[in-house]
């Protein structure tokens, strides 16, 4: 089977690091692992387990990977309802109907990784 | 400092967590392990350090709700939803241990939140975030793009806040189904 994929710049920098750092130098055996690699985690994530990174004394950091998520059978969170009033309604919708506002630097910065 | 966040479990340590408000501390120690297990009105996920897994510094609780259509004033309903409800995420509490406050904690478990967020959104689909904050929270949450949605005075003690996913999702660079995950 022959593969073809579109990278963005940054993807493709990132791919020419890795194919560097591990020293592969085919496409198809870096990809061949990346494939074990994902399978893996996402044979793991549907049996319910985290995929963590483990330092000396224990796990430090999980991994949340949205499509991961779609196989882990622990997202189905509980329900609550939620009392509006007609207030918080309208100015609820307002935002729910415009477009979105730009992200601010903070919520930039949470989600762009540190 | 590294740190781990993950599901409350029935083993972790929150007996010492101390966020300095009373209502925060108590809803940990007493309710969420049974609320999580025993009445799923709330999945509570918590922050610990490496050196100590167990023992709970930091902590979040989210539901799934969503709001009916008809309750919207009539003039918006149309163009809020073709659907009967609109989906959220209520995030209901969100509190740090004073010891580990100032030390970016509550950025971490809010970035968890909102990579779970993104991940439902992909999955069922959801519109945004709700949060009910104490007005000392409030311009914290709006620095995250929260839009605050409680304008006038009310009997409860808490503010509702308001974050579009769309909004998280453009900070993300992408749609959810795009984006990649990371290491918390």
Known sequence: MRFQAELSPRDAAVLQSLMGELEVEGNAVLMSNLLALASWAVSERRRGRRIAAFGDQGPVRELVMPLLERVAPGLDLPRVEIEWTREELENLASLMVGEPAEPTEKLGRLLDGR | ?184
């Not at chain 2, 167990?54 to 008809?70: C, D, R």
């Not at chain 2, 959801?126 to 949060?131: A, D, E, I, S």
């Not at chain 2, 605050?148 to 503010?159: K, L, N, Y």
Request: aromatic content about 10%.
């Open chain 2, 1 to 184: 400092m590294p740190l781990l966040i993950r599901r409350l479990e029935r083993a972790d340590i929150v007996s010492s967590f101390d966020c300095g408000d009373q209502e925060l501390n108590h809803y940990l120690q007493r309710f969420a392990w049974q609320n999580q297990q025993r009445h799923s009105v709330g999945t509570t996920y918590v922050a610990a350090v490496a050196e100590a897994p167990k023992v709970v510094i930091g902590f979040y609780t989210l539901a799934a709700s969503g709001i009916p259509v008809a309750s919207f004033p009539e003039d918006w309903r149309r163009r809020v939803s073709p659907y009967r409800e609109a989906p959220v995420l209520l995030l209901a509490r969100l509190a740090v241990d004073r010891r580990f406050q100032g030390r970016g904690v509550g950025a971490e478990l809010l970035t968890h939140a909102l990579e779970l967020a993104l991940a439902v959104r992909g999955t069922i689909g959801c519109r945004g975030v709700v949060v009910e904050a104490y007005p000392a929270a409030v311009s914290w949450y709006e620095a995250a793009g929260f839009v605050t949605v409680t304008t006038s005075p009310t009997e409860t003690r808490t503010r509702k806040l308001f974050l579009d996913l769309r909004q998280v999702e453009k900070a993300k660079g992408g749609a959810a189904s795009e984006a990649p995950g990371r290491f918390l």
